[in-house]
């Protein structure tokens, strides 16, 4: 079976689970750093995304301490 990855206005690439398992894992974590999510259907792949990417977090602020 072949796993699907998207991203916008982009093609629909196929990665090819009878490869190593050491190759798929490396060619998912490239994918997911450009940016791409997994979907079920390449014909319709905005429809059937699996996992939605996690927002970036912006770090907080520390507040300084008060001077007494």
């Keep these: 079976m072949a796993q699907y990855w998207y991203k916008k206005d982009k ?10 398992d050491r190759d798929v ?9 450009k940016g791409y999510v997994q979907v ?3 014909i319709n792949p ?5 996992e ?3 927002p970036k977090t912006k770090p907080k602020k ?7």
């Design 40 to 42: 079920l259907d390449r």
């Design 11 to 20: 093609r629909v690439k196929r990665i090819s689970e009878d490869n190593s």
């Design 25 to 33: 894992v490396k060619q998912v974590a490239e994918l997911k750093v």
């Design 46 to 50: 905005s429809a059937t995304i699996i």
């Design 52 to 54: 939605q990417p996690k």
């Design 62 to 68: 520390k507040s300084k301490a008060k001077k007494k």
